[in-house]
């Protein structure tokens, strides 16, 4: 059976929250790469500007890097096609240190990204994927630095991770 992935993690987001203290957010692949289309906020609210809509960098930010990591290499090669407009369709590749990065983000089951877009912010995403093991969506974790546990096998990672894998059970992966 089928399942809209949004309208089924949307309710887990406020337990993803409210478990970890942290925003959380849903992203979904869309037309110019991984887009925000939900929000919750943490019990605590952290002040970033992210709203619906926004478009996640795939090389700097957590949700961004868990899609680059899970999503097929030409569609991540054309969602930097934009951002690389200077190198000629032939030449785009992946820098050899992000493969590397992203082949750290296969292994752990998480992205990182510790004050990369903001100074003071932490990022960590997990994938979610379909009944075809393709990734549907991520799940991020947003919060001050100072209090989040960027550990890829910290508490923050197995309760994100333990999330993300309900979801794809739930989306029959």
Do not use: C
Not at 11 to 34: E, F, K, Q, S, Y
Not at 73 to 81: I, Q
């Amino acid at each position: 059976q089928q399942y809209d992935p949004v309208r089924l993690a949307t309710p887990v987001l406020a337990d993803l929250a409210h478990a970890t203290g942290h925003t959380a957010a849903i992203a979904l692949w869309g037309n110019r790469g991984p887009t925000i289309v939900r929000i919750e906020e943490a019990p605590s609210a952290v002040h970033v500007h992210m709203r619906p809509g926004t478009v996640a960098s795939l090389r700097d930010t957590a949700t961004g890097k868990a899609f680059a990591a899970f999503q097929s290499r030409e569609r991540v090669l054309d969602a930097l096609a934009d951002v690389d407009s200077d190198r000629p369709a032939g030449k785009r590749a992946l820098t050899r240190e992000f493969e590397a990065e992203l082949a750290q983000v296969r292994a752990r089951g998480v992205s990182l990204a510790i004050d990369s877009t903001l100074p003071g912010i932490s990022a960590m995403a997990a994938p979610v994927f379909d009944v075809n093991g393709r990734i549907a969506m991520s799940l991020t974790l947003i919060g001050p630095s100072a209090v989040f546990d960027a550990t890829p096998d910290g508490a923050l990672a197995t309760t994100l991770r333990s999330f993300a894998q309900m979801l794809s059970r739930r989306l029959g992966s």
